[in-house]
């Protein structure tokens, strides 16, 4: 296993469309992130799972995005009635939950919704 | 709230040092971190500090945590035209909070 994957790495859509992002993290990580990020700006927190439990969401998840990791390994993160503002890096991450907390990120699935 | 701010760029000559700066807010942080991104690249772990510590070195790379002011920096030393990136300086509660990053860049 060499890391964090991610899929698609680009996805363009047209504004309303649906669109579903998926990670698989490294195999033995208990604990799974979403992040976005957008230019100029650090990655924000979206979500987490430890196993198959989803722990915290951001407020910055409207409604229109879900995240599921139904066996605790691979995760999806979908969006509906995609908006321009929607255009963004989605990163996800992975961890063992330990003291350190070291997060290994993939290299990210890039939106832009026309 | 939990917030960490950074300044935006910083650019030095080859061989230099480079100080990147860092201010937290959330005093809970047990830990610290640095991460670094290249163009198209994802985050890579650069170094982290226990925030019962004050100094941290490695190689090149020495951390500083001054708990009190809750400010953490970065020192690279003999800065190469590679360090040339967006560094991002994070706390950790139950999840990583990122500064916007600082952009390095390194000329000759």
């Known amino acids: 296993d060499t890391g964090v994957s991610q899929n698609p790495r680009h996805k363009i859509t047209k504004r309303g469309q649906n669109v579903t992002f998926r990670c698989d993290p490294i195999?033995?990580?208990?604990?799974l992130y979403w992040y976005r990020q957008t230019l100029g700006q650090g990655p924000e927190f979206l979500t987490y799972?430890?196993?198959?439990?989803?722990?915290?969401k951001s407020r910055l998840l409207s409604d229109r995005f879900s995240a599921e990791r139904p066996k605790g390994s691979f995760s999806t993160l979908e969006i509906q009635r995609t908006e321009q503002g929607d255009s963004a890096m989605y990163l996800c991450?992975?961890?063992?939950?330990?003291?350190?907390?070291?997060?290994?990120f993939g290299e990210g699935s890039r939106l832009t919704v026309l | 709230g939990e917030d960490v701010e950074q300044s935006l760029f910083l650019s030095v000559r080859e061989g230099d040092s480079s100080v990147i700066n860092c201010t937290y807010t959330?005093?809970?942080?047990?830990?610290l971190y640095w991460y670094k991104q290249e163009p198209g690249a994802g985050l890579q772990l650069l170094t982290y500090?226990?925030?019962?510590?004050d100094m941290k070195q490695d190689q090149r790379l020495t951390v500083l945590l001054n708990k009190k002011d809750k400010h953490l920096s970065l020192r690279i030393a003999d800065t190469q035209t590679g360090d040339s990136a967006i560094y991002f300086c994070?706390?950790?509660?139950?999840?990583?909070?990122f500064g916007a990053g600082t952009r390095l860049a390194v000329h000759p």
């Open positions: 991450a992975s961890s063992l939950a330990r003291d350190t907390g070291e997060l290994f």
């Open positions: 195999s033995e990580h208990n604990r």
């Open positions: 799972f430890q196993n198959e439990a989803q722990l915290e």
């Open positions: 959330d005093s809970s942080s047990t830990y």
């Open positions: 500090i226990f925030s019962n510590m």
């Open positions: 994070a706390e950790i509660s139950n999840k990583l909070i």
